[in-house]
């Protein structure tokens, strides 16, 4: 089985079918910027959870269940699947963007000086 076919799992599919040695040297310096993205996206999720945490603290209170403006119950948990997820394609992009820079650094050392 191949995992599911959201953007983490996509990402998964074509990295371990991609060949990072036979890539390009443009190829893996597009594919190494995807580390500036990743760290953007982990501080902007960072900040929305901590904001959504924050609401919930606040409204929940005054109520038995935890809950902020329309987020109740029941949504809290498929938040937390959308936070999984994007967590997850964080992490494949990482390692999408640390492989090319590992095969770029490799060149590097075994090209003459």
């Known amino acids: 089985m191949k995992g599911q076919a959201n953007a ?3 990402i998964q599919f074509f990295s371990a079918n991609f060949d990072f040695k036979a890539a390009t040297t443009e190829d893996l310096e597009f594919l ?4 500036e993205y990743v760290e953007c996206n982990a501080i902007s999720l960072a900040e929305t959870v901590s904001g959504v945490a924050s609401l919930i ?4 209170d005054s109520r038995k269940s935890p809950s902020a403006g329309t987020l109740q119950g029941g949504d809290i948990a498929n938040l937390l699947y959308l936070i999984a997820d994007t967590v ?4 494949k992009l990482s390692y999408v963007a640390g492989e090319a820079d590992y095969q770029l650094r490799d060149r590097m050392k075994g090209a003459p000086k």
């Open 88 to 91: 997850q394609t964080i992490g």
């Open 57 to 60: 603290a606040c409204d929940s």
């Open 32 to 35: 190494s910027t995807a580390g």
């Open 8 to 10: 983490a799992g996509l």
